[in-house]
């Protein structure tokens, strides 16, 4: 799904040049490139669309129109302050994951966005650390300092983490953690759609301060409860 969708982006482009996917020269890539760096995309973005044009062109024999390409060098996130979704962008990345149709990629995404987690509390949860009702929700996680953390979920995130579960029936014991995934592996999820846990965090933080709550009244401490994914 994502490799068509970004052929078809290529090929929009490529109408608006004069060319088609048919006729389209090294130029044209290079051209392409350089335009969404220009439009401000992520460089994850950016080498997402490259690598599905490449793939493209190689299936094709064009194999001139991929070489040499420069692409854009993604930005050390350890020297850049994260930026917040704007509403459009949130949309359109849970829009994105949702078509994809991977329960557990959305359950991630969907969680990240309406809970603030870190990364690293995400994927030490467990399924005893939910607490879900039919109008209210909430899950506790381990923070820092070995404290705990109960934060209230949305219904959409509540629905979302319900439906990925309902697919995990083996991970009914909580003493398996031979499938936990990796904080890594989430790293990467999100990275190929074009996103950073930082930002997830900071978004929902960012909406938070928005509507006039305290950050700070989700930290308060509770009894020892964990999930796992």
């Not at 917040?84 to 949309?91: K, T």
Request: aromatic share 8%; hydrophobic share 35%; glycine share 6%.
């Amino acid at each position: 799904m994502t490799y068509k969708r970004e052929i078809e982006e290529f090929a929009k482009y490529l109408d608006g040049s004069g060319t088609n996917l048919d006729g389209y020269a090294r130029s044209d890539i290079q051209q392409y490139i350089n335009w969404l760096a220009a439009k401000g995309r992520a460089a994850s973005t950016i080498n997402k669309s490259w690598h599905a044009i490449k793939k493209f062109s190689r299936y094709h024999k064009k194999y001139e129109a991929i070489e040499d390409i420069r692409l854009v060098k993604p930005k050390d996130l350890t020297e850049v302050a994260p930026k917040a979704l704007s509403r459009v962008e949130e949309n359109r990345l849970i829009r994105e994951v949702d078509r994809n149709g991977n329960k557990r990629d959305y359950a991630i995404v969907m969680t990240l966005l309406h809970t603030g987690l870190r990364v690293s509390e995400l994927v030490s949860l467990n399924r005893d650390s939910i607490d879900f009702s039919e109008r209210k929700g909430e899950i506790t996680v381990i923070a820092k300092g070995n404290k705990e953390r109960t934060v209230p979920v949305s219904a959409e995130a509540r629905r979302a983490i319900e439906r990925y579960l309902e697919e995990r029936p083996d991970e009914l014991n909580p003493c398996n953690y031979n499938n936990r995934i990796s904080v890594r592996t989430v790293q990467r999820i999100l990275n190929d759609y074009g996103c950073h846990p930082h930002i997830l965090r900071h978004t929902y933080i960012t909406k938070l301060v928005r509507e006039g709550i305290d950050w700070g009244i989700f930290s308060s401490c509770r009894g020892i409860r964990v999930w796992k994914w």
